[in-house]
């Protein structure tokens, strides 16, 4: 089983990213797709998740109207596009996969390794 995210980088404040997550190895039908972030210092905290059927999404409040998560099931692909970028939100981005949306790591069975989106002021 493999995950794998993409499309870190460093963006200036304001500016927009789009993590992708590509997932393999097994089958991940109706598994939720999540991504969490960590920044240094700080525990592991949820951003976004999304149902297989796509029908429910969630947000952390601090990022709602900014990030949107979508998938794209016949692509094994998860997608974050993140839009008016703050310098808080820099961290290291992981995508997860797990039975049910929620928003404890202990939910996901299944982790991508992280890319790293840098925010500067």
């Known amino acids: 089983v493999q995950l794998q995210a993409s499309g870190g980088g460093l963006v200036q404040a304001g500016g927009s990213l789009r993590l992708s997550c590509t997932y393999s190895g097994r089958t991940f039908s109706g598994y939720v797709m999540g991504w969490f972030r960590q920044a240094p210092g700080k525990e592991r905290e949820f951003v976004a998740g999304i149902s297989w059927n796509r029908s429910n999404t969630y947000y952390r409040d601090a990022v709602k109207g900014r990030f949107t998560i979508s998938r794209d099931n016949a692509k094994n692909t998860v997608y974050l596009q993140m839009n008016s970028l703050k310098p808080e939100d820099t961290a290291v981005y992981y995508c997860?996969?797990?039975?049910?949306?929620?928003?404890?790591?202990?939910?996901?069975?299944?982790w991508g390794q992280g890319t790293l989106v840098t925010v500067s002021s």
């Open positions: 997860a996969a797990g039975p049910y949306i929620g928003t404890s790591t202990a939910g996901y069975d299944y």
